[in-house]
């Protein structure tokens, strides 16, 4: 046992600076242990970084909310709060979409972020497409989505 760990640590100090002399591609991503690693480059500096992001959980955080030069997945934020949205209100949706208006469409709109000048338009596409869109009465509120989306 004492000689596999010792073998581990003489192994670790010789990749130590080959990995500095390869110049290693960062491979961390993003989170507090990639600031603070900055511009090092190497394997053991990689190793600190994600330490550093998994002891403090960091990474997670930065995503949520685009900190610690994380970019945070505002498409998928909008799919998921309309895909939620349109699954609680399936039968109110498809009422203001058959009509070309109504609140719930309103609500449909401003989670997609649809600029307010382009919004009569986006009804309209979604009004002509209605029959497409709600295929069936068995469709699910991810097939709608996938309907609103191809007329965007």
Not at 17 to 30: D, K, L, R, W, Y
Not at 107 to 127: G, H
């Amino acid at each position: 046992m004492k000689k596999t760990l010792a073998a581990l640590i003489v192994l670790s100090v010789l990749l130590i600076p080959v990995g500095n002399s390869f110049a290693i591609q960062n491979n961390t991503g993003c989170g507090l242990g990639a600031v603070l690693m900055e511009n090092q480059e190497g394997l053991l500096f990689q190793v600190l970084a994600v330490t550093t992001n998994g002891i403090f959980a960091n990474q997670t955080f930065g995503i949520t909310f685009g900190t610690l030069r994380c970019d945070k997945p505002d498409t998928f934020v909008q799919l998921e709060q309309s895909e939620i949205f349109i699954a609680n209100n399936m039968d109110s949706l498809a009422s203001d979409i058959a009509r070309g208006y109504g609140e719930y469409l309103d609500t449909l709109a401003v989670l997609m972020e649809i600029p307010k000048d382009r919004r009569n338009d986006f009804y309209s596409r979604l009004q002509d497409g209605f029959p497409a869109i709600y295929s069936s009465s068995e469709v699910t509120s991810t097939e709608v989505l996938s309907g609103i989306q191809a007329r965007m």
